[in-house]
């Protein structure tokens, strides 16, 4: 099965998300140096679909990021169902 995104080699890259790293500038920097997918840090699914600024600013990301991961985090599967559809494709 072929990656649905241009990547370089056969095998895309992954950069593996790292808490208190992987923001928006550690991740463009990625991308800038072959990382063909970035990811971000766990994020809160409660946070998320409660509009805690703190745990959407985890999630802000630019084009040049993607494809990004949004690596989510919970109990409730219907509070992860439902923060995982906040977010645009």
């Known amino acids: 099965m ?4 241009p990547v370089q080699y056969r095998i895309p890259l992954f950069l593996a998300p790292m808490a208190g ?13 072959g990382a063909d997918v970035v990811v971000s840090e766990f994020l809160s699914s409660e ?3 409660r509009g805690i600024k703190s745990v959407h600013d985890g999630a802000y990301f ?9 690596q989510l985090y919970g109990a409730d599967r219907d509070a ?3 923060a ?3 977010w645009p494709r």
Not at 21 to 33: H, I
């Open 80 to 82: 992860m169902a439902e």
């Open 84 to 86: 995982a559809g906040l």
């Open 2 to 5: 072929d990656f649905p995104y």
């Open 47 to 49: 946070g998320l679909r």
């Open 21 to 33: 790293v992987s923001e928006p500038p550690f991740r463009v920097l990625c991308r800038g140096f």
């Open 62 to 70: 630019t084009e040049s990021e993607r494809p990004i991961g949004i």
